[in-house]
């Protein structure tokens, strides 16, 4: 099993930390450690509240992408609301499209395309 310490995951988290890097104007980018893997969390600056988590499992040969909407509770805790989730990226480039899909509004049009379908008589 990898570790958070191994040079391939140090210069795996690198690269796509470079790739986001673009971003940092509209995401706030933070990179968190596991035991069993890491993951690198976007928090959107803009009007609308957005949270893209990227994850991968040292034990596992594949990336996981999930993206929340962000809503403040009537006792304004934060409620986290599931907009998109891809499973099993099986390599770093198709990862990196489907980032910036999602940064683009994939995980939002697919939203307002269900939210739609139940306003429909």
């Known amino acids: 099993m990898e570790s958070k310490y191994s040079i391939s995951s140090q210069e795996e988290i690198h690269s796509i930390l ?3 890097e673009r971003w940092n104007k509209f995401f706030s980018i933070e990179t968190h450690y596991f035991i069993d893997g ?3 969390s976007l ?3 803009t009007l609308y509240p957005r949270h ?3 994850v991968k499992n040292f034990n596992q040969n594949y990336y996981e992408i ?3 909407e962000v809503s403040i509770s009537e006792s304004f805790d934060e409620e986290y609301k599931e907009l998109f989730s891809v499973d099993k990226i099986k390599n770093k480039e198709d990862l990196i499209k489907e980032i910036r ?3 683009y509004g994939k ?3 697919k939203d307002i395309k269900e939210s739609l379908k139940k306003i429909r008589f």
Do not use: G, T
Request: glycine share 0%.
């Open 107 to 109: 995980d939002l049009f």
């Open 38 to 40: 890491w993951s690198i």
């Open 18 to 20: 470079n790739y986001l």
């Open 101 to 103: 899909e999602v940064i």
């Open 66 to 68: 999930k993206s929340f």
């Open 43 to 45: 928090s959107e600056l």
């Open 52 to 54: 893209i988590i990227i």
